[in-house]
């Protein structure tokens, strides 16, 4: 009896292995905040990169011809009259109700190739890969342009009636769950589940997410019209 109550006492103060038991709760903890941080620091400095390729974005359409067909090249009387009578050219779009048309068109940033002699759609493709250019560099790896939005709207407050056409340009980078902009590189889920004992591995985390939303807006100066570059 003496003998089992020695052995006992020995074992409890017995601390050979102690380390690495220690080392396997905390290494997958650590493992999991390290892989954090860095998963979510690519997610921090892709999101502020990509709402800088929005803003050079609608910069750059501000003052080139416009990405979308079907808009005009100067504010177009409403199809109702204001409630003083019929405006007069000159007259500022805010002036009343009615006074310029309202126009609102939006398209990706893909434009198909022009025909032969189309010249419109030459300059809306020559905008398209100048805004790309300058804005790749700056996207989540795997973007494309069908990523980037573009609107063309109607702003009051904007223009004249029958001066040159100076919407509200919105650039706006769109996602979806099928076609994500980002994924994490590291297996957060499975780790999560080591760190909380778990073996199964049963975890539905998904380790792509949809790109949040954003967008860049300016009012267009003219739109291709002048002289001046940008």
């Known amino acids: 009896m003496t003998v089992g109550r020695h052995t006992l006492r020995r074992f409890r103060r017995d601390e050979r292995g102690s380390t690495l038991v220690e080392l396997a709760i905390i ?11 860095v998963d979510y620091g690519r997610l921090h400095w ?48 805010r002036a009343e109700a009615n006074v310029c048309a309202s126009v609102a068109v939006s398209c990706s940033l893909e434009v198909p190739a022009p025909g032969s002699g189309d010249t419109a759609g030459a300059l809306r ?63 957060l889920g499975p780790l999560a589940e080591l760190a909380s004992g778990s073996t199964t591995f049963s975890s539905t985390w998904s380790r792509a997410v949809a790109f949040p939303r954003m967008s860049a807006s300016l009012p267009a100066e003219d739109l291709g019209n002048g002289t001046g570059t940008n």
């Open 27 to 37: 290494l997958p903890l650590t493992f999991l905040m390290i892989f954090a941080i």
């Open 46 to 93: 892709l999101v502020s990169s990509s709402r800088k390729a929005t803003e050079i974005a609608v910069r750059v359409a501000s003052v080139r011809p416009p990405i979308c067909a079907g808009l005009p090249e100067q504010h177009e009387p409403a199809a109702q009259d204001p409630a003083s009578g019929p405006a007069r050219f000159g007259t500022l779009c």
């Open 125 to 187: 493709l020559a905008t398209s890969d100048e805004i790309w250019r300058r804005i790749e560099p700056l996207m989540p790896p795997g973007s494309q342009k069908t990523h980037i939005r573009i609107a063309y709207e109607t702003d009051a407050d904007l223009g004249f009636l029958g001066g040159p056409f100076t919407p509200e340009i919105t650039v706006e980078i769109v996602d979806t769950r099928q076609d994500p902009l980002f994924e994490f590189v590291m297996p």
